[in-house]
């Protein structure tokens, strides 16, 4: 049950352009600050905090205080096996073989 939760949280915050163009950035650039982040979209700034929110929440991000910044990174390794796992999941619900009448 809690998986599931945890997978409708992933689901639900790869589901919104925006912070899908947020992981994309992410992965291309490794760390960014918010202001880093606010600097590739025209959204304001508690937008795109709102939007990294999320993404912390649903473990898409992880981040690091290092001083007055905090700074973020994608968890590519959570999102992959995630995304794996339902995979795998919807393969053991479809036979190997569907025959269609």
Known sequence: MAEDIELKRLLDAMGDQVRLQMMYLLKHTGQMNVNQITGHFRISRPAISHHL???????????EKKGQEVFYWLDNKYVANALRNLAD????????QVHLE
């Open 89 to 96: 999941k919807i393969e053991s619900f479809v036979p190997d």
């Open 53 to 63: 929110k999320v993404l912390k929440d649903a473990r898409v991000l992880q981040c």
